[in-house]
Every structure is written in C-alpha cells, then in structure tokens.
C-alpha cells in the first residue's frame, strides 16, 4: 500500500470471523511511496480487518497532515492542524490505497484538544471525552460516501463561522480566523446560492448534508475541494467590506464557484489517474486548465444549453460514486445531442495545440464566397512536420448585418471548404467566431482584416470580437506570421474602448511587448505608446468612483491608472504620489480599488523611502489581502540595492511561504534589472526554494515567472543547464516551455524590433489624430 513518510510500529490481518494474524516484516520503498506488509503465511482471499498502528509526522510541506502557523488577536504564534491530500498525499497522514480509482467510505475519528474545532467531510455525530487525558476530547464524524482517498480532510485549530441553510436544506459554514467571521459573509452567500444552482443545472442533488469553506494560512494552492470541506487560502475566501477591493471579490466568487462544481465534478465522479505522482503535480498547468475549459466552452456551445444540460446529468448519474475517462463524458453528450462529440473532441484532446484558420473572401453578384482553410498553429510559425493535425473545428460566422448573431454555423471537418454566404452587400464585413468561444486563431485576408477594423473604432463590432481580433493578431505577430507593426496600428484603434475585459486584454498583450522591449534601447518609446494608448479612457474615468458605476467600472479604473503609472504618466504620477502620502499620514485612505495601482506607481517611481513605507504599511496589514497586495507591488522598485532588499524580504519570516513566490515573480517582471537578480537570487537559494516547495506546484509557478521574460537565445541554455545538474521532477514540462518561449522571444526580438523602433519614432514625428 502507499505510505510516505511514516513509521508503522504494529500491524495485523484478521480474516472475517477469525482472529488476528500479526505481520512480521514491513519493507518500504520509500522511492515509490510504498510499504510492503509480510505475514508469517498467505492470507486467505475474502474480507477482513487491517489493523496499522502507526506514527507521521505534522509537517512543514504544505501537503500531507500539515501545521499551519497563524497568529492570535493578541499576537501569539500558534499553529492549526490541517490536510492537503491532492494529488498523491493522503499517504502522509495514514497509510492506504492512495489512487483516485480506489474508492472507499471513510469513518474517522479525531482526538484533539477540547477547546479546538475539529472539522472533517461529514458532520459530527458523537462527541465524549477522551479517557486517558481530561483536556482531550474524542470527536467521530459520520461516514463518507463511496470516495477517493485524495479528497478525505481534516482540520484542528481555533476559528470563528458564519452560517446558514441553502434552499436545498444544505448546511453551509464559512470558518474564518478567531474574530473576522464577518468577512465570511460574502463566500458565505456566494456558496449559499451557488449550490442550489448546480444541483438544478446537473440535476443531481449535492449529497452530503453539510458542506463547509475553510481560510487556512498557509496553504499551497488557491483551494482545494475536499468533499464537504473546502479548504481555501485566506485571500480566496475573506473579504472584509471595508478594506476588500473589486478583483479579490470577483476572486473569491470564481474559486468558491470552482471548487463547488467539483463537488460534483471530481467528486462524485472521478477521472482516472495519470501515471507518477511528480507527473501528476505537472498537470496542473495552463494546458489543463485554460485549455481545458477553452474546450468544453466551445463544445457548450456547439451542442446547445439544453442537450449539455441533458449529456451531464446521464453523465453523472451514470458514474457517480465511480471513476470515469473522457470518452464517457463524449458518449453520454453524444447521446443526448446526436451530435458526433466524440469525433470532433477526440482532434481537440487526442491531439497537441489548435488550428489556425485562413479565410479569403470573394464576392459573387450577391453572395459573398469564403475560402477556409486549416493547419496547425505554432508559435514558433509555420508547421513544419510530416502530416499535419487536422481538427473538426465548429466555426460560426457573422456579417456586419446583426454582428450577434450567427449567419451561418458549419462543422468543418476538412483541411479545406468553400462557403456561400447568401445576400451579403459588398459593403458588409463578415466575420469568424462569433462571441470567440472557438479556440482557434483566425488570420483573415488583408481586405477582409480592412474592413473590420473600423468595427472597432465605432464599436460595432461586440466587445468579445474586438477582444478575439486583438488577441489573434497579437499572437499571429507573437509567431511571425504578420508584423507587430500592423498590431499597433489595431491597438491604436481601440481609443473609444469602454469595456474592461477588452482593456484587460489589450493591457496584458501591451504588458508582454513591454517587457519583450526592455531588451532594447527604445524601451521609453513603447512606454510612449502605451501613455497614448491609455490616457484618452484615463481622463474619461478620472479618479473617483461616479454614482451608477458597477464592479467592471471599478476594476477598469485601477488596471488603467496602473498602466499610466507605470509607464510615468506624469498627471497620473503627480496625483498617486500625492493620494499615497495623505494615506500613509492618515488624512485619507485609499480605496482598496485604487490601493494597487497607486503602491505600484510611487514605488515604480520611488526611491527607498517609499520602499520603507511600504513595508512598514505590509507589517502593519490586518489582512492577508493588503499583505498580498503589497507583496506583489514591491518589485516595481527600479534601484539595484532596493531590488536585492525585497528578494531577501521574499524569504524572510514577514512573507508566508506560498507568497515568496510573487514576490520573487514580481521582482522578475518589474525590470530588465530585476529579472537578472530574480534569476541569480534562484540560483543563490535553490536548496531553500526547492525544499520549500519539492513536488508541488510553486515551484512550477517560480521558475515560471522568474525566467519567461528573458530574450536571449543563450539564456534558454543556461536555465537549461542550471536545471539539468539541479533536477526539479514536477517542474519538467514548465522548464521545457520556458527555455522555448526564451529562444521564441529572441526570435521575435530579431524579427521585429527594428521595424517596431522605426514605426513608434515615425508616429512621434507626425502624432495620429484621434
């Protein structure tokens, strides 16, 4: 059986009606996480009893039976008990047959101190003191369902809760530490109302009676779905009214939502392994994921709300309490739809990346005629290989006539097609992918890219297709295949944009031009471009919330004033640095909303002064949220000697172990310096880091964030190096795709900077008129 890290002192078998047979030899593959049990002769095939007497150990690793350190109301340190099993860790805390196929019912008792709280999957059902010691008690939950070892969870510590009874009788708690139960209240409602809504949407009832959402301190990941015991980080399930800005509500709602839907979704029906456990910790990543839902959004969206609706629940009804693999899933949609979901699926999972599809128009008297064809999308280019990929791909197109509605929907399941679009006027543009819920790249013709463009100036085109426009051309620019220029001249179109998401995007892809930039000696002309670009829908939202503004308006304004303040928007640089001191004095605080962008701009700007306020403001943080806000800021610090204090600030007892990592990441896409001292600080405390974080996913998400920014090809070979004579197993494919995406910015850096450089002086010579 698996078993990590544990001593076992006895153990004994005793047949069904017969008594104990004692082992007598216990041989551990520690290798392989495994013991071996010996008995004196062959046990007898049938049912049984195994009896282990056994001692672990309350690690430090974040996974397993863990310790978690928090600190009281009146600042003594003290320490919770708590369990991270996902993906191969329940063997740290009892041994067991520890694979998400091998289901079993749990019955589990707790001894703990009598003034703890003692939580587990099921409610409580017997509570009594404990004989040998009167400041103990006994505490024994009721048993599970049928169920997956890696799902089991238990808790002890001290916390406060909120509480209350979704509609369908469901008893819900949100535990928070002692006396912030009122920042429990938002997850409390968002879990109260979501529930109800997934047990109509899959027709299946939540079956366990109570289900509680738990903010432990140190944890690895965001949460992680226990059944009936959520376990999160703090910042993905408090939120206190005051002092919470927009994205850590938005925050909160999404990972409450997520880890819900797993409590049918992974836990009533469970996929079936992949292969090691350091294989397992990889896949958690973009690709499974963003990819993953990219997927079944399109797949959603091609079968109808309803049929969907119809396939999950034959679905769930059909596995739960069982393991399931993704060609059950395609069968029982098949079979509720009539649609070929395990054909088209099949190209979309069976088959590495996307397509990119090349469309050409002509128009014929009144019709317009598109030419469509499909390959492989690489990033690197063209597809250079034998045969290329091809996928069954739903494309649905729209003309400038209704740009919500889908004129015509076709499955194309060739490498080639021709489609007659009926009555199209000359004048109309048409489109691909309407709404982008396809996940393809569309490269149009110059003619028909032409026409569409000014749909985004005038905003006819819906926000999702301005955003999938933008977001195809800047990567088709990404992999050479068009110029960054003709990406520029479309980003210079959005000066009328409202919508946040579309910014988002347009921000983030501007981000990574950026820092693909600071390679070269014009890095203070795309800062130009980006001023441009962002202070025409500055001045339009100004400083202070406006009555009837919503959750997107605020959430725009912080991410707009934050690209302006960094890129040294001088109004913008002016008025932070002032908002910032009256803050610090006391006169006026800020906004949680605005805190962000204006931390960032007086330290983008700043000196060490300000880096000291700074952390004297973290010290002072009541909420892990304000910690994390500061923590994430601190490298936009220009200065050399002020960017080495925040790396060994990272690893200081001030920073909880999960966030070392965005400090360290921060440092990294802060400046071209910073990603030279993130990279060797790495280097400097690798024995540290990796027995901070061995096997999980941080260490992933460090090296990550720490070395993609690079653009030189002799970089990808030296992380290469560094890795192979210090081997991180669980960070493989992360360090393989990093080391590419190095030698594809170097690429793209020869490529295109030139052409860049002489496009941003020519627009200073002759500004453009908006």
């Not at 049912?47 to 928090?70: P, Q």
């Not at 994205?247 to 409450?256: F, Y």
Request: proline share 5%; net charge negative.
């Amino acid at each position: 059986m698996n078993c990590a890290d544990i001593d076992i002192i006895t153990a004994s078998y005793a047949p069904e009606g017969d008594e104990e047979i004692h082992a007598t030899g216990f041989n551990y593959q520690n290798e392989d996480e495994k013991v071996t049990l010996s008995f004196p002769s062959t046990l007898q095939t049938g049912m049984g009893t195994l009896k282990i007497d056994f001692v672990g150990e309350l690690n430090d690793k974040m996974k397993g039976f863990y310790r978690s350190k928090y600190t009281t109301p009146s600042g003594e340190v003290r320490y919770a008990a708590v369990t991270q099993f996902e993906a191969t860790d329940a063997r740290r805390a009892f041994p067991c047959w520890d694979e998400p196929a091998i289901k079993a019912t749990f019955d589990i008792s707790l001894v703990v101190p009598k003034d703890r709280v003692a939580l587990s999957n099921m409610n409580v059902i017997d509570r009594k003191p404990y004989p040998d010691d009167e400041n103990l008690v006994e505490v024994k939950f009721a048993r599970t369902p049928v169920m997956s070892t890696y799902l089991v969870a238990f808790v002890v510590g001290e916390y406060d809760f909120v509480e209350t009874r979704s509609k369908d009788g469901v008893c819900v708690r949100v535990y928070t530490p002692v006396g912030k139960a009122e920042q429990g209240k938002f997850a409390l409602e968002v879990a109260a109302k979501t529930l109800p809504f997934y047990k109509d949407y899959f027709n299946v009832p939540y079956p366990l009676p109570k289900i509680d959402l738990i903010a432990i301190a140190d944890f690895a990941a965001g949460a992680m779905e226990n059944w009936g015991l959520v376990t999160y980080r703090e910042t993905a399930l408090l939120i206190d009214p005051k002092n919470s800005c927009s994205s850590s509500r938005q925050w909160v709602a999404l990972v409450v939502g997520h880890e819900l839907a797993h409590q049918w979704f992974g836990n009533l029906v469970t996929m079936v392994s992949v292969g090691h456990p350091s294989e397992v910790d990889e896949i958690f990543d973009a690709i499974s994921y963003s990819k993953g839902a990219s997927v079944i959004r399109m797949l959603h969206d091609y079968i109808g709300d309803k049929d969907f609706k119809k396939g999950m629940n034959m679905y769930l009804t059909k596995f739960q309490q069982k393991n399931a693999a993704t060609e059950d899933l395609w069968e029982s949609l098949e079979n509720a739809s009539g649609k070929p979901i395990a054909a088209v699926m099949n190209t979309w999972t069976k088959q590495m990346g996307f397509p990119l599809i090349y469309v050409e128009a002509e128009q014929v008297e009144d019709d317009r005629l598109l030419r469509l064809s499909q390959k492989k999308f690489c990033a690197s280019g063209s597809y250079v290989g034998e045969d290329c990929p091809q996928w069954m791909v739903p494309i649905t197109i729209s003309t400038s006539e209704d740009p919500n509605q889908a004129k015509l929907k076709i499955l194309m399941d060739k490498p080639e097609m021709n489609v007659v679009l009926k009555n199209v006027k000359p004048d109309q543009w048409v489109k691909l992918n309407l709404g982008t819920v396809g996940f393809y790249r569309t490269q149009y013709s110059s003619a028909m890219l032409e026409s569409l463009l000014p749909g985004i100036r005038d905003l006819s085109l819906p926000p999702v297709d301005r955003l999938g426009l933008q977001n195809d051309l800047f990567s088709l620019a990404r992999a050479g295949i068009i110029s960054t220029v003709e990406v520029l001249k479309v980003m210079e179109a959005f000066v009328n944009e409202p919508n946040y998401t579309v910014w988002s995007d347009l921000s983030c892809n501007l981000g990574i031009l950026s820092t693909l930039l600071s390679h070269t000696d014009f890095y203070e002309e795309i800062q130009e471009f980006v001023k441009d670009v962002f202070s025409p829908i500055g001045e339009r939202l100004g400083w202070d919330p406006k009555p009837g503004e919503g959750h997107l308006d605020a959430l725009l304004r912080g991410l707009v004033l934050g690209k302006l303040g960094k890129a040294g928007h001088k109004a913008t640089l002016e008025e932070a640095r002032r908002r910032f001191k009256d803050h610090v004095e006391g006169k006026q605080i800020l906004s949680a909303d605005l805190r962000s962008p204006v931390y960032l701009t007086v330290l983008k700007h700043g000196d060490g002064t300000t880096l000291d306020i700074m952390l004297k403001l973290h010290k002072q943080a009541d909420m892990q949220e304000e910690k994390n806000r500061i923590e994430r800021v601190l490298g936009a610090t220009p200065l050399p000697d002020l960017i080495q204090k925040v790396l060994t600030f990272a690893l200081s007892e001030e920073v909880r172990p999960q966030d070392t990592v965005s400090v360290i990441g921060g440092v990294a896409g802060g400046s071209k310096h910073g990603r030279k001292a993130a990279w060797k600080f790495i280097k400097d405390n690798w024995e540290e880091l990796y027995n901070r974080y061995q096997g999980g996913f941080l260490i992933s998400r460090l090296i990550k964030l720490s070395v993609e920014g690079f653009a030189v090809d002799k970089m990808a070979g030296e992380v290469k190096a560094f890795f192979e004579s210090h081997p991180a197993p669980s960070a493989e494919r992360t360090i393989q795709q990093c080391c590419e995406n190095i030698l594809l910015n170097a690429a793209w850096l020869k490529r295109d900077a030139e052409s860049i450089h002489q496009y941003l002086l020519q627009r200073k010579a002759s500004p453009p008129t908006v």
